[in-house]
């Protein structure tokens, strides 16, 4: 039973036994009881169980303990001569207290000793993926060795039956031979028996016949034909011998193809596979190759080294050192390498024989460090944001990734989103307006994603952007943060000054790097009352030898210092409106809206509007900073526009 089921209110059930001992001649008796109590949540788990005996009468009492496996036994426990039968109540809470405390710790037990238990599964697993690895790459092998050994005993088959056809058509032209030149002799032989036959049949004939003279014409002649045939000795030795030539067969070729079973060949060149997605970490690459034969393979050698720049990947006589590894199976994990770092990899196969040739070498990236978001370089707006990064890889990368996730109030991220594949170090992400944002960028090759770079908060509440270093005057001087601006009192001369074709040559100014989104937006510049400047915006391609509001490509709000008063002029093509401003404003807002083309200015501490210029732009602004005189110009952005601006 679990402590936890106790605590909830459970039911106990607790055999106690009462021994009653009687005098000698009674005998013992004993009683088993069965008593059901409920024990309260906050008691002390104690029970007591009573024993009597014959003349005395001690109690004991028993209390629950807990082990690491969260089961429970009773020890006992013997109270101590002060204690009095009645526990008090602070020795009762002091007892549930100490009972908690226990099984707190041996919770802690338990959860330590699953996790262990967790990790020691884990690990099982993992080494019981190994063996099967292991056990399929033995049973391929068996697999590869059976069919070899039946194609070589097939083989040795094929051979005898080729020898054996051969010796038998041997045999059959030599049989055919010995009987060819028998059937000649017999043919002579009849032919010897039937001139015989006719040399008798002529002398009986002769013999017999009563004309004297007849026979003494034909008894000569007769008589020199017998001469001459028995003059000839007729060949009775056969032509041919009985016996058939049986020469012993070289069987040298089969005795060597049955050595030959078991002598495995050398293995044929492996075939490295090209590199699959996701295949790689930063520091690792899983490597697979295959074999397009029968061949039987004790283990392979995989080799690789860093391709180099300046060291094509088909030179292996040149480059840095060259590692390897062995393995028995058909895929590699080759851990610590660089990130975002080619490598040429090719294997061998080796078994009982000898080694195969190397396979062709293959070209395996690791996947890229994590991209550098360029705070300086990224603005947004209620509506969006432009986020530039920088690769920090020296190789190329594929596309990249953007993630996104909302931050609440109590700053617990939300749901991420991503946006994939995107080409370019740049994003313009589409956001919620009053939302806060952190924005992450992964870098993406055919290895796999990098970590995510380091958190870049964006926040919607207002629009937010950085002065453009690249556009500045050489007189001024941009803060760190890129929000501030400074003119010294120190002319520089003009062989110090460098300019080019993006900085402002004639008007002390900077053009600031306003996200291009067509909607509203606002923001504040905070100066002194006795600085002269110029503020608004201006096309991107303004003139850079002219002053701000002196084109048609800007529209500004200018302070001049005069003997007599403050002067302030809203400039558009060199024009402004007789406009008389009494109080000096000092913290100046600025508002935007795309959809109405219009630009406002507001003093903010009056809450007043000065001015507002009405046209349609035709393309994206940036805003404009400008100072006549030595002084300082501060940017306030990412704040909400107030309601009066709405108004205008």
């Known amino acids: 039973m679990d402590l936890y089921d106790v605590f909830t209110g459970s039911r106990l059930d607790v055999i106690t036994e009462e021994v009653l001992s009687g005098d000698e001649e009674h005998g013992e008796e004993v009683k088993e009881e069965e008593v059901n109590r409920d024990l309260p949540t906050k008691e002390a788990f104690v029970v007591v169980s009573e024993r009597t005996e014959t003349r005395e009468l001690s109690s004991t009492s028993q209390r629950f303990s807990t082990d690491t496996n969260d089961s429970l036994r009773f020890e006992a426990y013997v109270p101590s001569s002060d204690e009095e039968g009645t526990p008090s109540p602070d020795s009762s809470v002091d007892e549930h207290d100490d009972v908690f405390e226990e099984h707190k710790e041996s919770e802690n037990k338990v959860n330590n000793i699953r996790t262990k238990l967790e990790e020691k599964v884990v690990e099982m697993e993992n080494f019981a993926g190994h063996l099967e ?7 391929e092998n068996f697999g590869r060795q059976e069919q070899h050994l039946e194609q070589h005993c097939n083989d040795v088959l094929q051979t005898l039956s080729h020898r054996h056809d051969d010796r038998a058509a ?3 032209e030599e049989k055919k031979r010995k009987l060819e030149a028998l059937y000649t002799q017999l043919l002579g032989c009849g032919r010897t028996l039937d001139a015989s036959k006719d040399l008798i049949e002529t002398a009986q004939e002769l013999y017999r016949t009563e004309d004297k003279r007849l026979f003494l014409q034909a008894v000569m002649p007769t008589m020199k034909r017998i001469e001459e045939f028995a003059k000839e000795k007729p060949d009775l030795t056969l032509v041919t011998s009985l016996e058939f030539d049986m020469p012993l067969a070289d069987l040298s070729d089969v005795k060597t193809m049955m050595d030959s079973i078991n002598i495995v060949p050398a293995p044929s060149a492996p075939v490295i596979n090209p590199q699959v997605s996701n295949s790689a970490t930063r520091t690792s690459l899983r490597v697979c190759w295959s074999l397009f034969s029968d061949d039987s393979v004790e283990y392979y050698e995989l080799y690789y080294r860093p391709v180099l720049e300046d060291t094509p990947a088909a030179d292996s006589t040149k480059g840095p050192d060259v590692s390897n590894v062995k393995v028995k199976e058909t895929h590699c994990s080759v851990g610590e390498l660089l990130p975002n770092v080619q490598y040429e990899f090719w294997v061998t196969a080796t078994n009982t024989t000898g080694i195969s040739p190397a396979s062709e070498k293959a070209v395996y990236v690791t996947v890229p460090s994590p991209p550098v978001i360029r705070q300086r370089e990224c603005s947004s707006c209620p509506e969006a944001a432009l986020i ?3 690769s920090g890889n020296t190789n190329p990368v594929d596309s990249y990734t953007v993630e996104l996730s909302e931050t609440g109030t109590d700053g617990q991220s939300g749901v991420t989103e991503s946006i994939v594949a995107v080409p370019t170090c740049e994003s313009l992400i589409q956001l919620q307006s009053g939302r806060q944002y952190l924005i992450y960028v992964r870098a993406v090759n055919i290895g796999g994603p990098s970590d995510r770079s380091e958190a870049f908060t964006v926040s919607t509440t207002g ?7 690249d556009t500045a005057h050489p007189c001024l001087s941009i803060s760190e943060d890129g929000f501030s601006m400074f003119y010294g009192d120190e002319e520089l001369p003009l062989s110090a000054m460098t300019f080019d074709d993006n900085t402002f040559a004639r008007c002390v100014a900077v053009l600031g790097d306003l996200i291009p989104v067509r909607g509203r937006h606002y923001w504040e510049v905070e100066l002194d009352e006795d600085t002269e400047y110029r503020i608004g915006v201006a096309y991107e391609d303004t003139q850079r030898n002219s002053y ?12 001049v210092l005069t003997p007599s008063r403050h002067k302030y002029e809203f400039l558009h093509s060199g024009w402004s409106p007789d406009i008389r401003i009494t109080v000096n404003p ?6 935007l809206n795309y959809e109405r083309g219009i630009l406002s200015f507001f003093n903010v501490e009056l809450e007043q509007h000065l001015h507002t210029f009405y046209c349609s732009f035709l393309h994206y602004v940036h805003p404009c900073f400008a100072l006549d005189n030595p002084g300082a110009l501060t940017v306030h952005n990412g704040v909400a526009a107030p309601e009066y601006v709405h108004l205008v």
């Open 388 to 390: 530039r990064w920088e």
């Open 133 to 139: 690895e292991i056990f399929l790459t033995v049973e």
């Open 463 to 469: 629009t937010i952007f950085h002065l453009l270093q």
């Open 586 to 591: 000092v913290r100046i807002g600025l508002s």
């Open 170 to 172: 041997a045999l059959a």
């Open 548 to 559: 701000l509001g002196g084109t048609n490509t800007s529209w500004c709000m200018r302070h």
